[in-house]
């Protein structure tokens, strides 16, 4: 028998039973079967693994979907990870879960010194506006490296990773507006845009995750405006925007005192 636990959070019962039916059917012409335990701390998803070929279920699980570390011990300095913003705290500290449960959670820490640098060329800016500038939010999946780790603290040092950084500079670049959808899957949003005719103001949609999805917006076309349309037949996800002139804007800003 194996426990896993997935690299995926679920906003609501009926996630459970699509990631469960979903296994089973991968896994129906194996000798494995899967099952979801539920949702354990943090809205985490464990599933149990049983049978001759669950080896190969782990493989496939840990490939395609992702599992979290079982503990801090598991952690090295310098991995790249996933996880989702668990908050951005008033102490100016970015929290990031990264699906360690056991014996106790031990989040990732990312300073407001090192968002700045990372995202904002040093510029001294508040953790609430980076939030804003760049769509960072509860429950949106992130990629971080991990700097340091201080078992004996339950303590994870960690700043985004260069594939995070990477993201953020195509979107920046691009001067195209993004909407971020949480809550919901890649079929739900766009049998969505289609029967809102939005797809024609939808360049592509991308997922980060099961439950959470990208649209890059058309040029012209603006993120914010989108959402009463979208949001009348999705009710339970939340919405994020990244504005990459708002961006810009900021940026510039942030240059003028500099200039001579």
Same mark, same amino acid.
């Given at each position: ?23 089973? @059917?991968?896994? #129906? ?18 599933? #149990? ?20 570390? !079982? ?20 102490? #100016? ?30 510029? #001294? ?21 991990? !700097? ?14 260069? @594939? ?40 592509? @949609? ?17 993120? @914010? ?17 990244? !504005? ?17």
């Amino acid at each position: 028998m194996t426990i896993l636990t997935l690299l995926t959070k679920t906003y609501n019962k009926g996630h459970i039973k699509q990631i469960e039916t979903s296994l089973q @059917t991968t896994f #129906e012409d194996l000798d494995a079967q899967v099952k979801v335990l539920g949702n354990s701390v943090n809205r985490w998803v464990k599933v #149990e693994i049983t049978g001759e070929d669950e080896g190969v279920a782990k493989s496939y699980i840990t490939k395609q979907i992702g599992i979290c570390p !079982n503990s801090i011990d598991e952690v090295l300095a310098g991995a790249e990870l996933k996880g989702y913003i668990q908050k951005i705290d008033t102490s #100016e500290t970015l929290t990031v879960d990264i699906g360690i449960l056991e014996p106790k959670i031990v989040y990732a820490h990312i300073p407001l010194a090192t968002l700045q640098v990372q995202l904002l060329g040093g510029k #001294e800016t508040s953790l609430k506006k980076i939030a804003e500038l760049f769509a960072l939010s509860a429950d949106l999946p992130v990629s971080i490296k991990v !700097n340091d780790t201080h078992v004996g603290k339950n303590v994870i040092e960690a700043e985004f990773s260069a @594939t995070q950084i990477k993201m953020f500079k195509n979107w920046q670049d691009s001067l195209l507006d993004r909407l971020v959808i949480l809550g919901a899957t890649d079929e739900e949003v766009n049998l969505t845009l289609e029967r809102t005719r939005l797809n024609r103001d939808v360049i592509s @949609t991308e997922a980060l995750g099961l439950f959470e999805q990208v649209l890059t917006c058309k040029l012209g076309t603006d993120a @914010t405006g989108l959402i009463p349309r979208i949001g009348r037949y999705m009710r339970n996800a939340r919405f994020l925007v990244f !504005n990459p002139k708002k961006l810009g804007l900021q940026l510039l800003i942030n240059d003028e005192p500099n200039r001579t």
